[in-house]
């Protein structure tokens, strides 16, 4: 871990992929940052802050709660006792979507996306899934919403689970299969079968026309062979498209980073990821498929013909261009530990879910949740930008941006990152490969610095094994530059 205040990532100028010296061990956030300063002293006066007329408006409701617990995973989510506590957690639900609805903000704006995620929201029951429908076409706006994603563990899909989410306008599904490796499924402790993976993205792709499933890779010890074998594998449940993430070593359970030890699994280093995910590129494209973001690939669309494009936009995955979109494009955010965004202002849940149901089943109306206001969100757009691909110059203030964040934007076009097409910037796909920096780069010093210190502290926490960050000498670099 570097000792600087930020993480040193200048753009190499020389004509290769590989733009960056170093990886940064984290692959997504959500900017602006809040701070202390800018948190409200009552919570509900964010409210009446926020912009009810939004250009797109994103809905995400988090089911914090999951049959098994999975070693690798980062979010908010816990094992469950019964189903009366499922119960209970619904109505706290339907009782933020009330008292949120109140407000012009949230009662107004057309939804464009709905997202359940978690956790695992296929853990709820029938009646659940029909009270929560029931909800969003009674209390919001939904006649533009063109996307409608839940998220699935495939040991908890029935097929009258399915007819219920068919039923409340349900478009798109994504499920968990992380690896077929069974070393890494036991690691990881998936307890599904791979007869259950198989039999889930039967019965999703007959029933839904957008299926998504999830795989992870860079774990400790994997080798190219087993990652392709995972992909092949991935390939033939023919879902609409697979996302493939690499294991996240920071925000990874203690228990896992102990799991590799006791079997004599070594980290993989950062440029043995880098090259899996270079790779994997070429070998999904030459099997048919492109991408449609910096981790995501679908099958090549017919009405694309054989150019090869950085970036496939036939089919979006809409949620994500929302929640990586502009500052005038609003997440709004329900349950517990769940994070909503709103220009200058967003809105954080309490993680504790128990403590979310209480107050929100209280009699007395209690924060759940924790407000801010006044961030300093002008540079949103243009650090998303690598994630999403393009960069629509009409939709910035530019006046409003750092001056940090624009000499790197120009630097960037300089250097091969991205290209300036008049109207708007492109990225290149040495910006695509190395997306995640590239954003990092795009954020003003002050920014570069809080993720630094979240980074540094995430990796020194209770014994984990920090990522490996480089992936070529810096001297190497300098010292071909000069002769070139």
């Known amino acids: 871990m570097a000792t600087e205040a930020t993480i040193p990532m200048q753009p190499n100028p020389l004509p290769t992929l590989l733009k960056f010296d170093r990886q940064l061990p984290v692959y997504n956030w959500y900017y602006p940052f809040e701070t202390k300063e800018c948190e409200l002293a009552d919570p509900f006066a964010v409210y009446t802050l926020i912009d009810p007329h939004p250009r797109r408006r994103a809905l995400y409701f988090h089911i914090p709660f999951c049959e098994t617990i999975c070693s690798f995973c980062p979010f908010v989510r816990g094992a469950f006792s019964d189903e009366d506590e499922l119960s209970r957690y619904v109505r706290a639900l339907l009782r933020e979507i009330a008292i949120k609805h109140e407000y012009p903000a949230f009662s107004q704006p057309p939804v464009d996306t709905i997202y359940f995620g978690g956790g695992s929201p296929?853990?709820?029951?029938?009646?659940?899934?029909?009270?929560?429908?029931?909800?969003?076409?009674?209390?919001?706006?939904?006649?533009?919403?063109?996307?409608?994603?839940?998220?699935?563990?495939?040991k908890s899909i029935a097929l009258e689970k399915i007819k219920a989410l068919r039923a409340i306008g349900v478009n798109r599904i994504s499920f968990g299969v992380q690896t077929f490796n069974p070393v890494y499924r036991e690691l990881f402790a998936l307890t599904a079968t791979v007869a259950q993976i198989r039999q889930a993205a039967e019965w999703l792709n007959e029933h839904f026309a957008y299926t998504n499933a999830d795989l992870i890779y860079g774990m400790a010890g994997q080798t190219l062979d087993d990652f392709l074998t995972d992909v092949d594998r991935a390939c033939e449940l023919e879902t609409t498209t697979v996302d493939y993430y690499p294991l996240n070593n920071v925000a990874a359970q203690l228990r896992l980073h102990q799991a590799f030890a006791t079997h004599n699994l070594r980290p993989l280093s950062a440029s043995t990821k880098m090259s899996y995910r270079m790779f994997l590129n070429e070998y999904l494209r030459a099997q048919g498929y492109v991408p449609i973001n910096g981790y995501s690939f679908m099958r090549r669309p017919a009405t694309a013909g054989h150019e090869r494009v950085v970036v496939c936009r036939d089919r979006v995955f809409r949620y994500h261009d929302i929640v990586y979109g502009y500052s005038d494009e609003h997440t709004d955010a329900y349950g517990a530990g769940a994070f909503g965004h709103y220009g200058p202002c967003s809105i954080r849940n309490i993680y504790n879910r128990e403590?979310?149901?209480?107050?929100?089943?209280?009699?007395?109306?209690?924060?759940?949740?924790?407000?801010?206001?006044?961030?300093?969100?002008?540079?949103?757009?243009?650090?998303?930008?690598?994630?999403?691909?393009?960069?629509?110059?009409?939709?910035?203030?530019?006046?409003?941006?750092?001056?940090?964040?624009?000499?790197?934007?120009?630097?960037?076009?300089?250097?091969?990152?991205?290209?300036?097409?008049?109207?708007?910037?492109?990225i290149t796909e040495a910006g695509w490969l190395c997306y995640v920096n590239y954003m990092y780069a795009l954020m003003p010093r002050t920014a570069q610095e809080k993720l630094a210190t979240m980074i540094a502290h995430s990796s020194v926490r209770d014994g984990r094994q920090p990522d490996d960050q480089l992936l070529y000498p810096r001297k190497a670099a300098a010292s071909t530059q000069a002769v070139a």
């Open 122 to 154: 296929s853990v709820l029951h029938v009646e659940h899934i029909y009270q929560l429908g029931e909800a969003l076409h009674r209390f919001f706006d939904l006649s533009q919403l063109q996307e409608f994603t839940w998220e699935c563990e495939v």
């Open 355 to 426: 403590q979310y149901m209480e107050r929100l089943l209280a009699n007395q109306r209690q924060p759940w949740f924790y407000s801010y206001s006044g961030l300093d969100a002008a540079e949103q757009g243009i650090v998303y930008f690598p994630y999403r691909g393009s960069l629509d110059k009409s939709r910035i203030a530019w006046e409003q941006i750092h001056p940090e964040t624009r000499a790197t934007l120009d630097e960037s076009v300089a250097c091969g990152l991205a290209i300036d097409c008049g109207d708007r910037y492109e």
